[in-house]
Structure formats: C-alpha cells, structure tokens
C-alpha cells in the first residue's frame, strides 16, 4: 500500500493496518526474517507518518496499542509515541527490554537507551 493511499482510510483503518503491519514486523524480526520484515516496517512507518499528519487526536489513538498482545505492535507503538507520551511509551519499552531476549527486546533497549541519552532521532 501507498502513501497516498493511507489518505483515504479512516484513522480507525489506519490504527488497524499499523496493529497488522508492526504485529508481522515483530514476528519476522524475532523470527530472524528481515527480508520479509522490511515490508511491514516500511507500511508500519507509513501509517505511523500519515496518523502524525492528522494531529494530536489521530496520533494518541496509538496509546491504546502500549497494552497490545503483540510484542511488535507494542515497540512501534511506544516508538511512536515517545514524542507525545513519553512516560507511558518508555514503561513499554522497558518491559520489552526484559529477558528473554530476542531482537525485539535489544530494539527496545537500543531505543530507551538512545531516548535516554538524547540521541534518539524523533519523525518530523
């Protein structure tokens, strides 16, 4: 899916292709398939870029996802919401830091560590 095709869903559509894409991108990860991962990271940035486009209200709509069973959800959601949910996004990330590991969980602690120490790139 496109860009400019993210435009014309709904934002509840958007939350729910951002839940499918980053739940697929967390298994694959974890899973060490990174060719096929790439896909839904690409979507998942996608929809996480145009949710940011639609403001403040689109954007929180994503806090809900910090509590997602999905593990991947769970990190691109709390990635995505460092920027307007700092303290709720960092908690997930610290639980997805926990052992055991798995690629997901050294993402989550690369990331809590880079927020932490300002090196963080945030989306525009």
């Known amino acids: 899916m496109k860009a400019r095709d993210l435009k014309v869903l709904g934002t509840e559509e958007l939350i729910a292709r951002f839940r499918e894409a980053s739940a697929r991108h967390g298994r694959l990860l974890n899973a060490r398939d990174t060719r096929a991962a790439n896909k839904d990271y690409l979507l998942a940035a996608a929809v996480r870029k145009e949710l940011r486009t639609r403001g403040p209200d689109a954007e929180k709509r994503l806090?809900?996802?910090?509590?997602?069973?999905?593990?991947?959800?769970?990190?691109?959601?709390?990635?995505?919401a460092l920027g307007f949910a700092p303290s709720e996004a960092e908690r997930a990330?610290?639980?997805?830091?926990?052992?055991?590991?798995?690629?997901?969980?050294?993402?989550?602690?690369?990331?809590?560590?880079?927020?932490?120490?300002?090196?963080?790139?945030l989306e525009e």
């Open 63 to 80: 806090l809900v996802l910090l509590n997602d069973p999905e593990p991947g959800t769970r990190y691109w959601a709390a990635t995505a």
């Open 93 to 121: 990330l610290a639980l997805l830091a926990e052992p055991p590991p798995t690629l997901l969980s050294v993402s989550a602690t690369m990331t809590l560590r880079a927020w932490k120490n300002g090196t963080l790139p």
